[in-house]
């Protein structure tokens, strides 16, 4: 897919700052739904608020950019009112996991046949650098000026407990594997998350020394390690440590989505 077939040309200059994760994830994006079975005639983004939320209005497609934290309910109400389109929803670890975690463990319980990807920052970055759900212990934060207390979630973890069918975190550094899983999660029935864990450098570097891109990729690279062979089986989660987060594919099974259920 050209540049020019998946951008929307009249929207640039994109609004991120230098460094951010979300055009790596945006041209993930973009080269899985190349390689996959989908065509973007098929496809519609659903995003809520913040900045990753708005990279679906970059994207050549049909969108809705909706309110924060509710971009699963509208994502379940179009692909419901239209099964034959591939709903692809876009948010944040406060947008999915903070105001809209409610409507996340419902969505993986139903197995919405939904593919949605969480750029996780560990912050609120449109709003200023606000503690999120995923903010890892001891980091700073505006409103955790000290180092947060807080246990964070695991939402990958979160989202196999939940009943989603498939499951992968990745960093913005394995690329490969990032565009492997999404095309894997595209091409599956259900519901697919695929978590991003991605560089912030103004809100959260600028506030845990790693303002220097450089900084931010090696500190996700030193937070992360190889799950299990990359590939755990169903219903084997790994539960997150308190330092170090496991990356791979999480859970890949063939539940039945919703509306298909025999009763
Ligand atoms: C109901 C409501 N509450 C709060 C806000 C303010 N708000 C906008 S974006 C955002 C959080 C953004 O964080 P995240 O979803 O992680 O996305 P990021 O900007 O980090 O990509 C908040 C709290 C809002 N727009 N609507």
């Known amino acids: 897919m050209t540049e020019e077939e998946f951008y929307r040309k009249e929207m640039m200059p994109m609004v991120f700052c230098p460094g951010c994760g979300i055009f790596t994830v945006l041209e993930c994006i973009k080269k899985a739904i190349a390689k996959s079975s989908i065509s973007m005639e098929d496809v519609a983004f659903v995003s809520g608020i913040g900045c990753s939320s708005r990279a679906a209005g970059y994207i050549m497609a049909d969108s809705l950019h909706t309110t924060h934290g509710r971009a699963l309910p509208f994502a379940t109400g179009l692909k419901l009112s239209n099964p034959a389109l591939k709903v692809i929803v876009i948010g944040g670890d406060g947008d999915l996991a903070a105001i809209g975690g409610n409507h996340f463990i419902h969505a993986c319980r139903r197995n919405m046949d939904l593919f949605t990807v969480c750029v996780n920052n560990f912050i609120y970055g449109m709003t200023g650098g606000q503690l999120s759900p995923t903010t890892p212990i001891g980091c700073l934060t505006e409103t955790s000026p000290y180092g947060s207390t807080e246990h ?29 899983s999404m095309v894997r999660g595209l091409e599956k029935k259900g519901f697919s998350f695929i978590e991003v864990l991605s560089p912030c450098p103004t809100e959260f570097g600028r506030k845990n020394d790693m303002a220097e891109i450089k900084k931010n990729l090696v500190w996700l690279d030193t937070l992360t390690f190889p799950g299990r062979g990359y590939e755990f089986k169903d219903r084997e989660i790994e539960l997150i440590s308190s330092e170090r987060i496991p990356i791979g594919i999480f859970c890949d099974r063939d539940k039945v989505p919703y509306g298909e259920v025999d009763i």
Do not use: H
């Open 152 to 180: 964070p979630f695991d939402i990958s973890a979160l989202a196999c407990a939940g009943g989603a069918n498939f499951v992968a975190r990745w960093t913005v550094r394995q690329r490969k594997e990032l565009i492997d």
